[in-house]
């Protein structure tokens, strides 16, 4: 008797919570951001860490900012992309473009001038744009 009220209690514990299990897709997608400005230093020293200031745009209110992807694409080029979070399960959103500024940490670990190259968008063709900053380390 015992042993059947506990596979009972077990059983309905499951269907309790399978039932609050959302199976639909996710509700958000990344995307990402176009960077309008970055404040960087004049230069670089060696094994310092710096906070790298970045204004973009956010193209409605449905989406939000999610961080950063910063790729080596060599020893000191790097480019870099805003990720937003785009809400899928809104009907409406304020499609009003607002901008914002978010920072993320950059150590310097080599002797050279970096290149940062920003993300801006895609051109008509599809290619990616960027805006690059040069920063030399002294």
Request: charged content about 20%; overall charge negative.
């Amino acid at each position: 008797m015992k042993k059947s009220f506990f596979r009972f209690l077990f059983a309905a514990a499951v269907l309790l919570m399978n039932s609050c299990i959302n199976d639909d897709a996710p509700n958000f997608h990344f995307v990402p951001l176009q960077i309008v400005s970055a404040d960087l230093p004049e230069f670089f020293s060696l094994n310092q860490t710096y906070q790298i200031r970045v204004t973009y745009n956010k193209p409605d209110a449905c989406t939000s900012f999610s961080g950063f992807d910063v790729t080596p694409k060599d020893v000191t080029i790097r480019n870099v992309v805003v990720i937003g979070t785009k809400r899928t399960d809104q009907e409406t959103c304020d499609e009003t473009q607002t901008e914002g500024v978010a920072t993320f940490g950059f150590e310097v670990q080599h002797f050279q001038t970096y290149v940062f190259r920003f993300w801006q968008g895609e051109n008509a063709n599809g290619e990616q744009q960027y805006f690059e900053v040069e920063v030399p380390v002294i």
